[in-house]
C-alpha cells in the first residue's frame, strides 16, 4: 500500500505570493510546497484521491496521476476543495462519474458550491457521484473508516484506508485530540498528521500535537503535513524522532 504526497503546504502554500518563505530556506526544493492532497494506492494499483486542492492539476502532473477510482473530501475549505474543477479530466474516459464522499456536512456545502460537478449542467455529464461517508465501508478494495475532528468552530474529517494488511490514516486540520481520533487511528501503518507550525493555533495542531497523536496511536510512521513558512525541512527533520517524517510534494511511502 502506497502513500503518494501530492502537496504538503497550508492554505496559502510555501513560498507565500510575494516570494515570502518565512523561515524556509529558498533553496531546499522540499520548502517548496502546495496545498494538502494525497493519493493511496493498492498493490492491485486502485486509487483513492483525498481532497481536491487548489493546485490539483500541477500536482496531478507532478505525479503522473490520469487515473483514480474515488475521492473522498475532508471538509469544504478552499484549500481543500477549490481544485475540484481538475477531476474533469479524468471523467473524459470512464463510464460513469467518480465516486465522491464526504461527512453529511461537507457534501451539503459542497453540492451547494459545486453543483455542475454532481448534477451535470448544459449538456455536459456528472463529473462526481457524492454520497455520505457512513453509508459505505468499502470502496475500490480500501476498507474505509472515518471520524470526525474538532477543527477549530468547525470540523475536518479524518479518514483510515486499509487494505492489503496495510493502513494509511489522514487526519489533516484538527485543533484537538480526541479519543474517537485516537480509536480510529490506533496501530495504523503509516498516519498523516496537521502540523502548521511549532507554536499553539487555533484551528489546527501544531509540532508538539502532532507528535502526542502519533505517540498514543502507536503509529509504525507518521508524517507530518499542511506545513507553513515557520518550517524549514532541514530544520523540522533535526528535531523529530526517528520514525516521524518531515512531508514534502511528491513522496511516496510504501506501508
Known amino acids: ?34 496545498r494538502v492532497s494525497i493519493i493511496v494506492e493498492s498493490a492491485s494499483g486502485s ?7 487548489t493546485d490539483l492539476r500541477q500536482q496531478f502532473l507532478d505525479n503522473g496521476i490520469d487515473r483514480i477510482d474515488g475521492v473522498f473530501w475532508t471538509h469544504d475549505h478552499a484549500d481543500h476543495c477549490h481544485g475540484i474543477d481538475d477531476l474533469r479530466v479524468l471523467r473524459f474516459d470512464r463510464k460513469g462519474p467518480i465516486p465522491g ?27 462526481c457521484s457524492l454520497d455520505i461517508v457512513d453509508r459505505i465501508r468499502m470502496c475500490a478494495g480500501f ?37 474517537e481520533m485516537v480509536d480510529l487511528m490506533e496501530g495504523c501503518d503509516i498516519l498523516v498528521s496537521d502540523c502548521l507550525k511549532r507554536k499553539k493555533h487555533p484551528t489546527h495542531a501544531n509540532l508538539e500535537m502532532a507528535l502526542e497523536l502519533a505517540k498514543r496511536t502507536g503509529a509504525r510512521k507518521t508524517v507530518l503535513s499542511h506545513l507553513d513558512k515557520t518550517m524549514d525541512y532541514a530544520s523540522l527533520c533535526a528535531e523529530v524522532p526517528d520514525n516521524v517524517l518531515v512531508g514534502f510534494d511528491g513522496l511516496e511511502l510504501t506501508a
Not at 464522499?101 to 463529473?127: C, N
Not at 477543527?151 to 479519543?179: C, L, M, Q, W
Open 143 to 179: 476498507g474505509v473508516e472515518w471520524c470526525q475532528m474538532p477543527h477549530g468552530p468547525t470540523e475536518s474529517t479524518a479518514f483510515r484506508f486499509d487494505t492489503d494488511g496495510k493502513s494509511i490514516v489522514y487526519a489533516t486540520d484538527f485543533s484537538e485530540i480526541t479519543d
Open 47 to 53: 486509487r483513492l484521491l483525498v481532497d481536491t486542492s
Open 1 to 34: 500500500m502506497k502513500l503518494i504526497m501530492l502537496g504538503s503546504g497550508t492554505s496559502t502554500g510555501v513560498p507565500r505570493i510575494g516570494n515570502d518563505w518565512g523561515e524556509c530556506d529558498p533553496n531546499e526544493p522540499k520548502n517548496r510546497r502546495s
Open 101 to 127: 464522499y464526504g461527512s453529511t456536512e461537507t457534501v451539503r456545502r459542497l453540492r451547494q458550491r459545486f453543483d455542475y460537478i454532481f448534477a451535470g449542467q448544459h449538456g455536459y455529464p456528472t463529473i
